[in-house]
């Protein structure tokens, strides 16, 4: 873990727009004095306040037992979504990393021949190249959020998605 190799310059932000609400523009800050010092005093720089009324929002949403127990369910109805998708791509033999969250990264051979594929099937993926940064593997970025929890349609996606990442086939012209 990059923390461990570099403690003094490594901070942890955690963001709850996309677990309580993309209107919470609110993050939590922590580690080492040095970087955390430098983005406050950058914050100072502009608006250098964060809505007392979503701050106290967010600290209901984060003690409201009602409210633990929906992200609660959320976040284990994505984690089941994640597993059957994964698995069913390490049936096609797409290797993906465990992890979790509303978001995939499917290895594709050509990112553009992967959009246009999927698209053209009504599945809308985000391109991976604006979010590289070490690895220049092309991919997508494929939400599991919004899809359908049944397992026929999950493994449909899944199928869908592998033959996406695939190399595109060479097709003769007339």
């Not at 979504?81 to 990264?105: K, T």
């Not at 594709?108 to 999927?118: F, K, R, T």
């Amino acid at each position: 873990m990059i923390s461990s190799a570099f403690p003094t310059r490594t901070i942890s932000i955690l963001g709850f727009s996309k677990s309580h609400g993309p209107d919470l523009r609110l993050a939590a800050i922590g580690g080492a004095a040095g970087p955390i010092d430098a983005a406050a005093s950058r914050r100072q720089l502009g608006p250098g306040w964060s809505s007392r009324l979503l701050q106290a929002a967010l600290t209901h949403l984060l003690t409201d037992p009602g409210a633990v127990a929906a992200v609660e369910h959320a976040r284990d109805r994505y984690a089941n979504r994640r597993a059957a998708v994964v698995g069913a791509l390490r049936g096609h033999g797409i290797d993906l990393a465990d992890g979790d969250g509303i978001n995939l990264w499917l290895p594709v051979a050509d990112e553009q021949h992967a959009l246009l594929s999927l698209a053209a099937r009504g599945i809308g993926v985000a391109p991976g190249a604006p979010f590289r940064v070490l690895s220049e593997e092309p991919h997508v970025r494929v939400t599991i959020a919004t899809i359908d929890d049944d397992p026929a349609e999950l493994a449909r996606l899944a199928d869908l998605l592998a033959a996406a990442a695939a190399p595109p086939r060479n097709t003769p012209t007339a």
